[in-house]
């Protein structure tokens, strides 16, 4: 599992990061270790890694052009079109 923990070191100063470990008392002692003492440590929450890429696809549009491209491919594919030629339709006539 990862953990993003916030500790300080042996001067005082912040440090920020995230660490690999079984658990959160694991990664306690590996920070231990490295000279950190923590103030938080929070369990990362690991996004699929589909779905990752998937959210990269939208970055930057509206919400209003994400709705019209899924209404676009929803009429397409409930139109019994291939999904990959409704893809390839939608791409041909937006501008962006």
Do not use: C, H, W, Y
């Amino acid at each position: 599992m990862k953990f993003i923990f916030k500790g300080k070191d042996s001067a005082g100063a912040l440090r920020e990061g995230m660490v690999e470990a079984i658990n959160a008392k694991a990664a306690t002692d590996i920070l231990a270790r490295n000279g950190l003492t923590p103030i938080s440590i929070t369990e990362e929450k690991e996004v699929n890694p589909i779905l990752r890429d998937f959210q990269k696809i939208f970055e930057g549009l509206s919400q209003k052009e994400i709705v019209v491209f899924f209404r676009q491919l929803s009429t397409l594919v409930e139109a019994r079109v291939p999904v990959v030629s409704s893809l390839v339709t939608i791409q041909e006539q937006t501008t962006n």
